[in-house]
């Protein structure tokens, strides 16, 4: 184990005991300036160190999610986690929390999120993932580079999709939509929503499906 790591648990046994989760990883954020050195290019020294405390929390049989309403910035950042329960207490997704997660391949988010933050899931190893059908906020990169996603299950009542969303997820074919195609281009999209190297991108919709063309210009068409 890490030294830091080891010096933290000594220091904040207490907060631990009492399933004290979200003073324990505000401080472990606080304690490894996590934010500050991502933004300067530190986050595998940095970030990873809270990754690797909950993963080691995991294992004890202890889920942090449990005692806490969000999920906080680098939760299980580039851990070996291969799958978690998000509980329906957790309303929110913040930056990064499963930055780097390739294991990942199994993970639902309840109806209760209303937020998922930037970067939130960049990197994972799901196939696919549904939307929660409730007005949810998701930041921008939030599903990149996610390598073995092909399916992606978005709801009418998502009303923007943030930039670079699903870029670099090359595998990702089809997006299954819960609206009609002129909900879908209702949406509000940031510019390169979805870059993938020219691989096309089927959006199913309920009265029929948009294919996007052009990798550049992001035409969309009906079948």
Request: charged letters at 25%.
């Amino acid at each position: 184990m890490n030294k830091e790591l080891k010096d933290f648990i000594k220091e904040h046994k207490e907060e631990i005991d009492n399933n004290e989760w979200e003073k324990v990883y505000k401080s472990l954020n606080e304690k490894f300036n996590t934010s500050e050195r991502f933004s300067t290019g530190g986050q595998a020294n940095t970030s990873d160190l809270v990754g690797q405390f909950t993963e080691m929390v995991l294992e004890t049989g202890i889920n942090p999610l449990n005692y806490m309403l969000e999920i906080p910035c680098y939760f299980a950042c580039n851990s070996n986690i291969e799958s978690i329960n998000i509980p329906t207490n957790i309303t929110s997704i913040d930056f990064g929390a499963f930055w780097g997660c390739k294991k990942l391949t199994d993970i639902t988010i309840p109806n209760n999120v209303k937020s998922i933050g930037r970067c939130a899931f960049l990197g994972c190893g799901f196939t696919s993932i549904k939307i929660p059908d409730n007005g949810i906020v998701i930041g921008d990169y939030a599903f990149s580079n996610c390598k073995s996603l092909t399916n992606m299950m978005i709801p009418s009542s998502v009303t923007s999709i943030g930039e670079s969303m699903f870029g670099g997820s090359r595998k990702l074919t089809k997006i299954t939509f819960g609206g009609t195609k002129q909900q879908w281009k209702n949406i509000k999209k940031k510019r390169m929503w979805y870059v993938n190297d020219g691989m096309e991108l089927k959006i199913a919709c309920t009265d029929g499906n948009i294919r996007l063309g052009d990798k550049l210009r992001f035409d969309e068409y009906a079948e």
